[in-house]
């Protein structure tokens, strides 16, 4: 991936991770940090990560409790014990989008673009289920 918008990314995702640092995180703020930590689990799934993939693994059932809260309260506060483990995450994901081929991050889009809209199938069969 060109620097330039490998920069831009981690930008992107450093900007997020603050607003949740300051407990000013809103929806699509919890969103983008799921994406982050799928996204990096995916590309050490695929060999090119430093962080174990089981630690990866255990944040993101942490966050997904903080979605599900958020999607029943409207509150996108996250708890302070997600705060280090997320930082060290948006790191990694920084050093991959530098250091990985476009290839693997082309294909780790692909399988979190597949993910979300099995999501999306999902919480549209379970709206319609309760109408």
Not at 52 to 58: E, H, I, Q, S, T
Not at 117 to 126: G, K, N
Request: charged fraction near 30%; proline fraction near 2%.
């Amino acid at each position: 991936m060109p620097r330039r918008d490998a920069d831009a990314l981690a930008l992107q995702y450093r900007l997020i991770l603050e607003a949740v640092r300051c407990q000013r995180a809103e929806r699509r703020d919890a969103v983008s940090m799921a994406h982050v930590v799928l996204f990096t689990l995916f590309l050490t799934e695929a060999g090119h990560g430093l962080l174990d993939a089981a630690y990866l693994r255990k944040v993101e059932g942490e966050l997904a409790g903080v979605l599900k809260h958020g999607e029943a309260t409207g509150e996108w506060g996250f708890p302070s014990s997600l705060i280090e483990p997320l930082t060290i995450i948006v790191n990694e994901h920084d050093r991959q989008l530098h250091e990985v081929r476009l290839a693997e991050i082309a294909a780790a889009t692909r399988r979190l673009d597949q993910r979300r809209a099995i999501a999306m199938r999902l919480a549209d069969a379970e709206r319609t289920a309760t109408s």
